[in-house]
């Protein structure tokens, strides 16, 4: 498109417009990575370039759907939370993910590095393929010997090539004395390539070329497959922007980083902000948000010499705190300590692909051997039994099997990428398939950690004006749910006057000349009741309690029927009150629950029951889950989660809903049911081509035929996964 | 037989002209967002504008 505008093209009046957007879809220079969880389709993906576009400051916005991201590059002013928040009220929900750790360009490269080596194979293979048909079809002589030095030519450069990675893969086995599947790999690649080109110098009748070549092309698909789903979900799972606050503000309002900060020095944690560091409150009057670190769904009053943690949530008043410990010290450190100690426990599982090889590779290469010493010990003719030899270690090498498991968590994984769940371990699909027994926390995971208002409808009318007119005034989060509910019923505020909220006790007015206060009962001389709740007094009249029950995740309820169906045990394990915990047990249907779990005592009870025996799968979120999670079989966190929790988890969960659990188990279940019947389907191939290769009667045709049917076999019955499991 | 002397060479160079083009394709990152690029041209963003 030119960039002179010709006025007699009515087209050409609209296209500055047109073409200021579609350059904006080129991003240059990256400056936030977004994820979308919940996109999928072409009006998402102009709905969202769209919308980003649209906001001041935004130069460039591109979304890649198979990753399901954002790309955005914006001016200096820009705030991500701007962002963020005009994606979420257009319908899109986004998370921040951290731009400068994902390493895009480095991950690419090697993805295009492995692409690039299976186009030079598969150009290889086929030409040489075409030859060989030739061959096999009758061609004699000296046409067959240059075939086969044609083939050579293109075979053997090919291979030095494309093949390099099994090569280093398997001398680094060998330098560490081990033997894994990349060694009998290579040797029936090399072999077979040197024994080819000897055949070809002795103008011999056979040459295993295109076999070697396939055998390269194939297994570099199933590499690839491999790579591509780890990628994937290694990038999004690690980078969703940390939850930590690396830096403190100062008394004096200076920022530093959390490793300057000392011990005894005064930090300053503004409403909202999260607590950087352990101490003491010395001055202010707040409420704690402490559900990340106990669970507890109810904010804890704090005041002067109340003890803080790193990780909580200060909500309504300014607090100065003494620093008593700090970095390594602090509460978060200490709990990240009995992760790495619980995790230790669970990296000895080894997947099903592993446990193959163990026994695959030894036994091929001592068949090749046997089948080379009984033909030199039979006949005598070393060149024969050598012929057979590499014929027995073609058609025995993991053709298949290189393919059988990374075409199956390939079809599983982007199966549950698309239902919303990020797969971060490799194994982690294997170990959910033997789970018996599920453990949930309760706030944050079944629930949002987000009050609701449970009894708006028993208050009178003029009290529930007057106590949304007072919630207006508050951040609080019980404030906000009041003030939503009462909205959403329609009700009008009333004209509450002189509005001021106390720190850590609630909000005061004037109304009608009486002072009328919204807050904690100690505060309105009420009596608590035993839940969760915040009280109304008018004047001198009796206290009036608006009750909260804690809101369900969307999709929980789905979720634990799901798993019930499914024959599961399900545990609730919280660090809340009994009272809290009861009843959601019984709002959500699970007869087994325990309240008031410490940390410690959360990755007790799940190791207790995988010593009885059971495979515990751990959903939780907080930091007081971390130690059960990383203690359990399988661990399954939200997005919404801490980053440590994040970490220990074997997926994550990228939409709000929970509803995914449930498909979850049941493709886990069937991915693994795949991956051995394509074990069986290798092994039934091998078990007829063996024998005949054993007896000396393989041609490289016979070879070639064996080697694509089992693969393309294994590879469509891995696809099966993707429809109805 | 001699056609061969012109054949083999011929079917190689075209193979080498796919494989080039392959090596473009992936140069030009067209494999890095297949789903988005499938649904892509589904919207109606580009069409009186293709994008350069």
Known sequence: ?725 | MNVLVYLIPISIFLGGLGLAAFFWTIRSRQYDDPDGDANRILTGDYDDHPKD
């Open chain 1, 1 to 725: 498109m030119s960039e002179v505008q010709i006025s007699a093209c009515p087209a050409c009046v609209a296209a500055p417009a047109a073409e200021e957007a579609a350059h904006a879809r080129d991003v240059q220079d990256t400056r936030f990575v977004l994820s979308l969880p919940a996109i999928y389709c072409a009006a998402c993906i102009s709905g969202v370039e769209r919308e980003l576009t649209k906001q001041p400051g935004v130069r460039a916005a591109r979304v890649n759907l198979t990753l399901k991201r954002a790309q955005i590059e914006a001016e200096e002013s820009v705030s991500v939370d701007n962002l963020i928040s005009a994606l979420t009220s257009a319908g899109y929900e986004a998370y921040e993910l951290d731009a400068s750790a994902i390493s895009a360009t480095e991950t690419d490269k090697k993805g295009r590095a492995i692409l690039t080596r299976i186009a030079v194979s598969g150009f290889a293979m086929m030409n040489v393929m075409l030859l060989s048909v030739a061959v096999w079809s009758g061609a004699s002589d000296v046409t067959r010997d240059l075939f086969h030095w044609i083939s050579a030519a293109i075979a053997l450069p090919a291979i030095a090539y494309a093949a390099q990675p099994f090569f280093v893969s398997a001398w680094g086995a060998l330098r560490a004395k081990r033997l894994n599947m990349d060694v009998p790999i290579s040797l029936a690649i090399l072999l077979a390539g040197g024994m080819s080109l000897f055949e070809t110098m002795e103008s011999g009748h056979h040459a295993y070329f295109d076999a070697a070549l396939s055998l390269t092309f194939f297994l570099l698909s199933g590499r690839y497959l491999d790579y591509r789903t780890r990628s994937v979900a290694r990038s999004a799972a690690e980078e969703l922007a940390a939850l930590e606050v690396p830096r403190a503000t100062l008394v004096d309002g200076t920022v530093v980083s959390i490793k300057d900060i000392a011990k005894g020095d005064f930090v300053r944690v503004v409403p909202g902000a999260r607590v950087p560091v352990d101490g003491i409150v010395v001055e202010g009057a707040s409420e704690l948000d402490r559900s990340l670190l106990t669970g507890e769904s109810l904010p804890v009053e704090a005041g002067v010499d109340t003890v803080v943690s790193a990780g909580e949530v200060n909500l309504t008043g300014p607090l100065v705190v003494k620093v008593t410990a700090a970095g390594e010290d602090s509460s978060l450190h200490r709990m990240a300590d009995l992760v790495a100690m619980a995790e230790t426990s669970r990296n000895k599982y080894t997947s099903l692909a592993d446990r193959a090889a163990q026994f695959y590779a030894p036994a091929v290469h001592l068949l090749a051997l046997a089948a080379f010493l009984g033909w030199v010990v039979a006949t005598g003719d070393i060149r024969l039994a050598l012929n057979i030899a590499v014929a027995v270690l073609i058609i025995t090498c993991p053709c298949a099997l290189g393919l059988a498991v990374p075409a199956v968590t390939t079809a599983a994984s982007g199966r549950l990428f698309r239902a919303g769940m990020l797969i971060k371990s490799s194994t982690a699909i294997e170990r959910l398939a033997e789970v018996d027994t599920v453990v949930f926390d309760k706030t944050g995971t079944l629930t949002e950690g987000r009050p609701e208002l449970s009894n708006l409808s028993d208050i009178p009318k003029d009290m529930q004006s007057v106590a949304m007119a007072l919630a207006a005034g508050s951040a609080h989060p019980l404030s906000l749910a009041l003030f939503d509910a009462a909205r959403a019923a329609d009700v009008m505020p009333a004209a509450v006057t002189d509005i001021r909220e106390v720190p850590g006790q609630g909000v005061e007015g004037q109304f009608e000349g009486q002072t009328v206060r919204l807050g904690r009962a100690t505060w309105l001389g009420a009596d608590a009741l035993g839940q969760t709740a915040t009280y109304l007094k008018v004047g001198d009249a009796e206290a009036v309690a608006f009750t909260f029950i804690d809101h369900l995740r969307e999709g929980a309820d789905e979720a634990v029927a799901a798993l019930k169906k499914q024959g599961k045990d399900v545990v609730l394990l919280s660090g809340d009150g009994p009272a809290a915990v009861a009843e959601l047990a019984t709002r959500i249907g699970i007869d087994a629950w325990d309240a008031e779990c410490l940390p410690e005592t959360k990755a007790l009870r799940v190791a207790e029951l995988t010593r009885s025996g059971r495979k515990v799968l751990m959903v939780g979120d907080g930091l007081n889950d971390t130690a059960a999670l990383a203690a359990a079989h399988v661990s399954i966190s939200p997005a919404s989660a801490l980053e440590a929790t994040r970490v220990v988890s074997d997926m994550v969960l990228l939409g709000k809903s929970l509803a995914p659990l449930g498909e979850a188990t049941q493709v886990s279940v069937s991915a693994t049911k795949r991956i051995k019947e394509n074990f069986n389907i290798a092994a039934l191939y091998n078990l007829v081509a063996i024998p005949i290769a054993l007896a000396g009667y393989a041609t490289p045709l016979a070879a070639a035929l064996a080697m694509s049917a089992s693969s393309v076999t294994v590879s469509l019955n891995a696809l099966r996964l993707r429809g109805k499991p």
